[in-house]
T-cell receptor, first 114, second 114 residues
Framework: AQKITQTQPGMFVQEKEAVTLDCTYDTSDPSYGLFWYKQPSSGEMIFLIYQGSYDQQNATEGRYSLNFQKARKSANLVISASQLGDSAMYFCAYTRGSARQLTFGSGTQLTVLP | DAGVTQSPTHLIKTRGQQVTLRCSPKSGHDTVSWYQQALGQGPQFIFQYYEEEERQRGNFPDRFSGHQFPNYSSELNVNALLLGDSALYLC?????????????FGPGTRLTVL
């Protein structure tokens, strides 16, 4: 079974600075997708960014970028210019091929300090 | 463009009772997945429906069942509730074909079993 590991239970960052949230995965599947979701205290999971295993370039979406290192099986999320509204739980998730079944990591609680 | 909606928002039940949770997918989506998120953990996949049939199932007992209607909306039923069923139940929708298989989540239903 695929395993997603997020080793940082909590992270702090100063407003306007960049922060990297770590995610590693364990799989032997050749085709897979990696996702990052944000979950504020309200509970809704908000999609941030996606990286496919065959994508040649790292994904970017506004202030979010994904540092994809396939050989190391890591897919770290980089948030640039942090804002107070970025304070939330962040989850890394994996899907195998077209299975459309997400396997989530344990999450990282990010707190942005003013 | 309406996003994923879920009802009710909160629910309190007692052990042994049965509960039904409801989900309407995002416009243009025909696949619905259900996840259970216990406090302090990442979501766990329960099952997925498209074309009104259960297509994939996670490691959940038969007490968890579901249904998908012709308009793509879905229900999650849980029988013989246990204290351990207390959790946030998230519904996610995605288009069956094309795209990045990104799943978009609703706000969740918080179930408390007393």
């Amino acid at each position: 079974a695929q395993k997603i590991t997020q080793t940082q239970p909590g992270m702090f960052v100063q407003e306007k600075e960049a922060v990297t949230l770590d995610c590693t995965y364990d799989t032997s599947d050749p085709s897979y997708g990696l996702f990052w979701y944000k979950q504020p205290s309200s509970g809704e999971m908000i999609f941030l960014i996606y990286q496919g295993s065959y994508d040649q370039q790292n994904a970017t979406e506004g202030r979010y970028s994904l540092n994809f290192q396939k050989a190391r099986k890591s897919a770290n999320l980089v948030i640039s210019a942090s804002q107070l509204g970025d304070s939330a739980m962040y989850f890394c998730a994996y899907t195998r091929g077209s299975a459309r079944q997400l396997t989530f990591g344990s999450g990282t609680q990010l707190t942005v300090l003013p | 463009d309406a996003g994923v909606t879920q009802s009710p928002t909160h629910l309190i039940k007692t052990r042994g009772q049965q509960v039904t949770l409801r989900c309407s997918p995002k416009s243009g989506h025909d696949t619905v997945s259900w996840y259970q998120q216990a406090l302090g953990q990442g979501p766990q996949f329960i099952f997925q429906y498209y074309e009104e049939e259960e297509r994939q199932r996670g490691n959940f007992p038969d007490r968890f069942s579901g249904h998908q209607f012709p308009n793509y909306s879905s229900e999650l039923n849980v029988n013989a509730l246990l204290l351990g069923d207390s959790a946030l139940y998230l519904c996610a929708s995605s288009p069956l074909r094309g795209g990045t298989d990104t799943q978009y989540f609703g706000p969740g239903t918080r179930l408390t079993v007393l």
